[in-house]
Protein backbone atom coordinates (compact mmCIF):
# COMPACT_ATOMS: atom_id res chain seq x y z
CA UNK A 1 0.00 0.00 0.00
CA UNK A 2 1.51 3.62 -0.84
CA UNK A 3 1.96 5.39 1.83
CA UNK A 4 1.88 9.35 2.47
CA UNK A 5 4.87 10.75 4.93
CA UNK A 6 5.84 14.20 6.27
CA UNK A 7 8.95 15.37 5.60
CA UNK A 8 10.24 15.62 9.03
CA UNK A 9 9.01 15.41 12.43
CA UNK A 10 7.92 18.97 13.30
CA UNK A 11 5.96 19.44 9.37
CA UNK A 12 2.62 19.77 11.43
CA UNK A 13 3.62 21.42 14.06
CA UNK A 14 5.16 24.51 12.16
CA UNK A 15 2.27 24.11 10.24
CA UNK A 16 -0.76 22.87 11.24
CA UNK A 17 -2.51 23.15 7.58
CA UNK A 18 -0.41 20.32 6.44
CA UNK A 19 -2.99 18.74 7.63
CA UNK A 20 -5.64 19.64 5.22
CA UNK A 21 -3.05 19.41 2.64
CA UNK A 22 -2.58 15.60 3.55
CA UNK A 23 -5.92 14.63 3.46
CA UNK A 24 -6.28 15.80 -0.32
CA UNK A 25 -3.69 14.65 -1.49
CA UNK A 26 -4.17 11.03 0.44
CA UNK A 27 -7.61 11.40 -1.82
CA UNK A 28 -6.47 12.43 -4.48
CA UNK A 29 -3.47 9.59 -5.07
CA UNK A 30 -5.22 6.96 -2.99
CA UNK A 31 -2.56 6.86 -0.28
CA UNK A 32 -2.64 6.46 3.62
CA UNK A 33 -1.13 8.47 5.80
CA UNK A 34 2.16 6.52 7.75
CA UNK A 35 1.71 6.28 11.46
CA UNK A 36 4.43 8.54 12.34
CA UNK A 37 2.66 11.25 10.45
CA UNK A 38 -0.61 10.18 12.00
CA UNK A 39 0.91 10.61 15.56
CA UNK A 40 2.06 13.90 13.99
CA UNK A 41 -1.38 15.07 13.51
CA UNK A 42 -2.79 13.86 16.56
CA UNK A 43 0.05 15.47 18.77
CA UNK A 44 -0.66 18.95 17.37
CA UNK A 45 -4.45 18.59 17.71
CA UNK A 46 -3.89 17.44 21.14
CA UNK A 47 -1.45 20.47 22.43
CA UNK A 48 -2.78 23.71 19.89
CA UNK A 49 -4.09 26.19 21.70
CA UNK A 50 -7.54 26.13 18.76
CA UNK A 51 -9.67 27.54 20.88
CA UNK A 52 -10.25 30.97 21.11
CA UNK A 53 -13.01 33.62 22.12
CA UNK A 54 -13.70 37.12 21.20
CA UNK A 55 -12.31 38.99 24.14
CA UNK A 56 -8.87 37.59 22.05
CA UNK A 57 -7.50 39.51 19.72
CA UNK A 58 -8.52 38.32 15.89
CA UNK A 59 -5.22 38.19 14.84
CA UNK A 60 -3.64 36.59 18.12
CA UNK A 61 -4.69 33.11 16.15
CA UNK A 62 -1.53 31.32 14.62
CA UNK A 63 -0.89 32.51 10.88
CA UNK A 64 -1.96 28.76 9.58
CA UNK A 65 -5.18 29.54 11.35
CA UNK A 66 -5.83 32.32 8.83
CA UNK A 67 -4.88 32.76 5.26
CA UNK A 68 -2.86 29.65 4.79
CA UNK A 69 -5.95 27.48 5.90
CA UNK A 70 -8.42 29.48 4.00
CA UNK A 71 -6.37 28.45 0.80
CA UNK A 72 -6.08 25.21 1.54
CA UNK A 73 -10.00 24.79 1.64
CA UNK A 74 -10.45 26.98 -1.10
CA UNK A 75 -8.24 24.41 -2.59
CA UNK A 76 -9.94 21.87 -1.90
CA UNK A 77 -13.17 22.46 -2.43
CA UNK A 78 -12.83 23.79 -6.10
CA UNK A 79 -9.57 21.06 -7.27
CA UNK A 80 -10.33 18.09 -5.13
CA UNK A 81 -12.75 14.81 -4.16
CA UNK A 82 -13.79 17.24 -1.28
CA UNK A 83 -16.41 14.82 0.05
CA UNK A 84 -13.74 12.11 0.59
CA UNK A 85 -11.43 15.03 1.75
CA UNK A 86 -13.34 15.89 4.43
CA UNK A 87 -14.33 12.41 6.13
CA UNK A 88 -10.18 12.09 5.74
CA UNK A 89 -9.77 15.74 7.77
CA UNK A 90 -12.26 14.77 10.19
CA UNK A 91 -10.49 11.13 10.94
CA UNK A 92 -7.80 13.12 11.67
CA UNK A 93 -10.00 15.59 14.33
CA UNK A 94 -8.32 18.02 11.36
CA UNK A 95 -11.80 20.11 11.91
CA UNK A 96 -11.09 21.13 15.12
CA UNK A 97 -8.64 23.81 13.03
CA UNK A 98 -11.99 25.82 12.23
CA UNK A 99 -14.07 25.06 15.00
CA UNK A 100 -15.20 21.95 17.68
CA UNK A 101 -18.89 22.07 16.00
CA UNK A 102 -17.54 21.55 12.78
CA UNK A 103 -15.50 18.63 13.84
CA UNK A 104 -18.50 16.96 15.23
CA UNK A 105 -21.27 17.65 13.22
CA UNK A 106 -21.85 14.70 11.32
CA UNK A 107 -23.90 15.97 8.75
CA UNK A 108 -21.30 18.80 7.80
CA UNK A 109 -20.58 17.03 3.77
CA UNK A 110 -24.59 17.12 3.75
CA UNK A 111 -24.40 20.93 4.86
CA UNK A 112 -21.80 22.01 2.38
CA UNK A 113 -23.79 19.78 -0.48
CA UNK A 114 -26.83 21.79 0.09
CA UNK A 115 -24.99 25.00 0.17
CA UNK A 116 -23.79 24.57 -3.62
CA UNK A 117 -26.55 23.75 -4.68
CA UNK A 118 -27.88 27.34 -3.07
CA UNK A 119 -24.72 29.01 -4.91
CA UNK A 120 -23.20 29.56 -1.68
CA UNK A 121 -19.76 29.08 -1.47
CA UNK A 122 -18.97 26.32 0.11
CA UNK A 123 -16.75 27.57 2.89
CA UNK A 124 -18.91 29.78 4.29
CA UNK A 125 -21.54 26.67 4.26
CA UNK A 126 -18.91 24.62 5.80
CA UNK A 127 -18.57 27.71 8.83
CA UNK A 128 -22.01 28.44 9.32
CA UNK A 129 -21.75 25.18 11.23
CA UNK A 130 -19.80 26.73 14.03
CA UNK A 131 -20.55 27.73 17.42
CA UNK A 132 -19.43 31.25 16.37
CA UNK A 133 -19.75 31.58 12.51
CA UNK A 134 -18.76 35.36 12.22
CA UNK A 135 -15.81 34.66 14.81
CA UNK A 136 -14.35 31.99 12.25
CA UNK A 137 -14.77 34.03 9.69
CA UNK A 138 -13.19 36.90 10.60
CA UNK A 139 -10.49 35.03 11.63
CA UNK A 140 -10.35 33.08 8.26
CA UNK A 141 -10.18 36.83 6.68
CA UNK A 142 -13.37 35.48 4.52
CA UNK A 143 -14.44 38.27 1.75
CA UNK A 144 -16.92 40.38 3.66
CA UNK A 145 -19.87 39.96 1.59
CA UNK A 146 -19.34 35.89 2.99
CA UNK A 147 -18.82 37.68 6.44
CA UNK A 148 -21.89 39.28 6.09
CA UNK A 149 -24.59 36.41 4.80
CA UNK A 150 -23.49 34.23 8.08
CA UNK A 151 -23.89 37.66 9.87
CA UNK A 152 -27.84 37.74 8.82
CA UNK A 153 -28.00 34.08 8.89
CA UNK A 154 -27.36 34.58 12.56
CA UNK A 155 -29.90 36.91 13.00
CA UNK A 156 -32.85 35.49 11.50
CA UNK A 157 -31.98 32.33 12.80
CA UNK A 158 -32.69 34.53 16.25
CA UNK A 159 -36.06 35.28 15.14
CA UNK A 160 -37.11 31.76 13.49
CA UNK A 161 -36.23 30.19 17.08
CA UNK A 162 -38.22 32.59 18.73
CA UNK A 163 -41.61 32.23 16.62
CA UNK A 164 -41.22 28.37 16.60
CA UNK A 165 -40.90 28.19 20.52
CA UNK A 166 -43.90 30.45 20.56
CA UNK A 167 -45.67 28.48 17.92
CA UNK A 168 -46.77 31.69 15.89
CA UNK A 169 -45.98 30.54 13.27
CA UNK A 170 -48.71 27.92 13.23
CA UNK A 171 -51.23 30.27 11.14
CA UNK A 172 -49.08 32.24 9.18
CA UNK A 173 -50.40 32.51 5.29
CA UNK A 174 -47.50 32.49 2.92
CA UNK A 175 -48.12 36.07 2.23
CA UNK A 176 -47.00 36.70 6.45
CA UNK A 177 -43.88 34.91 5.69
CA UNK A 178 -42.78 37.10 2.65
CA UNK A 179 -43.62 40.22 4.81
CA UNK A 180 -41.55 38.86 7.66
CA UNK A 181 -38.55 37.83 5.73
CA UNK A 182 -38.75 40.20 3.38
CA UNK A 183 -39.12 43.01 5.50
CA UNK A 184 -35.65 42.45 7.35
CA UNK A 185 -33.63 43.46 4.17
CA UNK A 186 -31.59 39.76 4.00
CA UNK A 187 -29.99 38.57 0.70
CA UNK A 188 -31.99 35.86 -0.41
CA UNK A 189 -28.34 33.33 0.63
CA UNK A 190 -28.36 34.08 3.83
CA UNK A 191 -32.08 32.13 3.81
CA UNK A 192 -30.48 29.27 2.19
CA UNK A 193 -27.54 28.79 4.77
CA UNK A 194 -30.61 28.19 7.42
CA UNK A 195 -32.50 26.21 5.21
CA UNK A 196 -29.07 23.94 4.62
CA UNK A 197 -28.08 23.83 8.51
CA UNK A 198 -31.70 22.24 8.42
CA UNK A 199 -32.69 24.86 11.08
CA UNK A 200 -37.10 24.17 13.10
CA UNK A 201 -39.04 25.84 10.24
CA UNK A 202 -36.29 25.13 7.52
CA UNK A 203 -39.29 23.35 5.34
CA UNK A 204 -41.07 27.31 4.97
CA UNK A 205 -37.71 28.64 4.66
CA UNK A 206 -37.51 26.13 1.63
CA UNK A 207 -41.01 26.96 0.22
CA UNK A 208 -40.12 31.09 0.24
CA UNK A 209 -37.01 30.33 -1.88
CA UNK A 210 -38.47 28.32 -4.24
CA UNK A 211 -41.86 29.43 -4.52
CA UNK A 212 -43.32 32.23 -2.53
CA UNK A 213 -40.63 34.97 -2.80
CA UNK A 214 -41.18 34.40 -6.97
CA UNK A 215 -44.91 35.03 -7.21
CA UNK A 216 -44.99 38.49 -9.27
CA UNK A 217 -48.68 40.31 -8.23
CA UNK A 218 -50.82 41.06 -11.68
CA UNK A 219 -51.43 44.46 -10.15
CA UNK A 220 -48.58 46.70 -10.79
CA UNK A 221 -48.03 50.05 -8.82
CA UNK A 222 -49.01 52.05 -12.02
CA UNK A 223 -52.24 50.01 -11.57
CA UNK A 224 -52.99 51.09 -8.11
CA UNK A 225 -52.04 54.92 -8.86
CA UNK A 226 -54.83 54.91 -11.49
CA UNK A 227 -56.96 53.89 -8.44
CA UNK A 228 -56.58 56.57 -6.49
CA UNK A 229 -53.39 55.70 -4.37
CA UNK A 230 -50.82 57.33 -2.86
CA UNK A 231 -47.39 57.22 -3.76
CA UNK A 232 -45.28 55.98 -1.23
CA UNK A 233 -44.48 52.53 0.64
CA UNK A 234 -47.29 50.83 0.56
CA UNK A 235 -47.66 51.19 -3.09
CA UNK A 236 -44.04 49.08 -2.66
Known sequence: MRRLRFIHANSVKDDPTRIIRAARYATRLCFEVDNDSLLQIESTINTWPWEYTKEDNSFSAPTALSSRLRMELEILFKNESWKRAIIKIKDFQGLRLLDINIQSELLCNRTVRWGMRFGIDPLTALIAIAKDPCLV??????????????????????????????????SW???????????????????????????????????????????????????????????GPKIG
Do not use: H
Open 137 to 170: AMRLQLAANQQLLLKQAIELNKFISSIYISEKYK
Open 173 to 231: QPSRWCQEIESKNLEPESVAILICLGVPLWKQLLRWWGRWRLIKSNTTAKDLLKKGWEP
